[in-house]
């Protein structure tokens, strides 16, 4: 983390997983220092949580537009605690768009 807070989100979508749809949320700021590590077979996902953000992650491959993949991320199965107001979010047209997860 560079700057500001973020919730950084990882959903473990590994077929035959015993924690199958199931999510880890952990707050990253510039003041925690603290890091994410979340490995293939995982959605991931972020909420800014202080005014801006500025924060980088690093990845194990070139990005590859086709590979890309999404879950609605207000998808009450997997009932992700954003720490934001609903009303209060705003959402890429992407995640808008987004298919459910089941």
Not at 11 to 30: I, K, M, N
Request: charged share 30%; net charge negative; with cysteine.
């Amino acid at each position: 983390m560079i700057q500001g807070r973020v919730l950084d989100v990882a959903v473990d979508v590994r077929e035959g997983s015993p924690t199958y749809g199931q999510y880890v949320a952990v707050e990253l700021s510039e003041e925690n220092k603290r890091q994410l590590f979340i490995p293939r077979g995982f959605l991931h996902g972020f909420a800014v949580l202080s005014e801006t953000a500025v924060f980088s992650y690093k990845c194990d491959n070139f990005y590859n537009k086709e590979s890309e993949d999404g879950v609605f991320p207000l998808d009450e199965t997997l009932n992700i605690d954003w720490q934001i107001p609903r009303e209060k979010m705003i959402l890429s047209e992407k995640d808008k768009n987004a298919r459910k997860f089941r």
